[in-house]
């Protein structure tokens, strides 16, 4: 059986986690050091919305160099990452707008991510909960018009964005929270998660 490692049941227990496994677990919402580092050290957090919004402000706060970090984690727009750890599951949930979608939409979208990567130098990054493939081809196709400074506040957005809602995953708050079977704080019994 492989190895997946659980999440930390709700605020409570990841507040009160050890500095290293802290950031090894803000890891799995924004793949940037930095990120772990600045939000684990800002603990402890009052609400669940306190470190979403906290996540999100760090996100928009990185230097271009951890942005870069944070994309390379990543896998393009209709590509599946492999594997079975959490971020790799979050991320194919999050792209299942591409699921079942016309041969010629996914053409479109591995041409648009080619020609991303070769005009900006990065993985084409978009929030993609909730979107279908045909909105993310779009957007993507507008967003080659950017120049580089737009794109990359676009880009930073579109990561605090994902990283607010994979920080109510990890809290078991948001879509697609902690994993079943995953046994909760004492103090967060009956609960899935802090204040919303």
Same mark, same amino acid.
């Given at each position: 059986?492989?190895? *997946?490692?659980?999440?930390?049941?709700?605020?409570?227990?990841?507040?009160? #986690?050890?500095?290293?496994?802290?950031?090894?677990?803000?890891? &799995?919402?924004?793949?940037? &050091?930095?990120f772990a580092d600045r939000v684990a050290a800002a603990r402890p957090y009052a609400s669940?919305?306190?470190?979403?919004?906290?996540? &999100?402000?760090? $996100?928009?706060?990185l230097t271009w160099p951890d942005v870069l970090e944070a994309l390379a984690a990543h896998?393009?727009?209709?590509?599946?990452?492999?594997?079975?750890?959490?971020?790799?599951?979050?991320?194919?949930?999050?792209?299942?707008? =591409?699921?079942?979608?016309?041969?010629? *939409?996914?053409?479109? #979208?591995?041409?648009?991510?080619?020609?991303?990567?070769?005009?900006?130098?990065?993985?084409?990054?978009?929030?993609?909960?909730?979107?279908?493939?045909?909105?993310?081809?779009?957007? #993507?196709?507008?967003?080659?018009?950017?120049?580089?400074? =737009?794109?990359?506040? $676009? *880009?930073?957005?579109?990561?605090?964005?994902? =990283?607010?809602?994979? *920080?109510?995953?990890?809290?078991?708050?948001?879509?697609?929270?902690?994993?079943?079977? $995953?046994?909760?704080? /004492?103090?967060?019994?009956?609960? =899935?998660?802090? /204040?919303?």
């Amino acid at each position: 059986m492989p190895h *997946v490692t659980p999440a930390p049941a709700g605020l409570a227990a990841l507040n009160a #986690l050890p500095a290293p496994e802290a950031r090894r677990e803000l890891l &799995a919402c924004c793949a940037s &050091a930095a990120f772990a580092d600045r939000v684990a050290a800002a603990r402890p957090y009052a609400s669940a919305d306190d470190l979403a919004d906290t996540a &999100a402000a760090t $996100v928009r706060a990185l230097t271009w160099p951890d942005v870069l970090e944070a994309l390379a984690a990543h896998p393009r727009i209709g590509e599946r990452k492999p594997g079975t750890d959490r971020e790799s599951a979050w991320s194919r949930r999050e792209q299942s707008g =591409t699921d079942g979608a016309d041969a010629r *939409v996914l053409a479109g #979208l591995a041409d648009g991510n080619a020609a991303y990567e070769r005009r900006f130098g990065h993985v084409y990054l978009i929030c993609a909960t909730g979107l279908s493939a045909e909105e993310m081809l779009a957007r #993507l196709t507008a967003r080659l018009g950017n120049d580089e400074e =737009t794109e990359r506040a $676009v *880009v930073r957005e579109e990561l605090a964005r994902i =990283t607010r809602l994979r *920080v109510g995953k990890l809290l078991g708050t948001g879509p697609g929270g902690a994993p079943r079977g $995953v046994q909760r704080a /004492a103090g967060d019994a009956g609960r =899935t998660g802090e /204040a919303r």
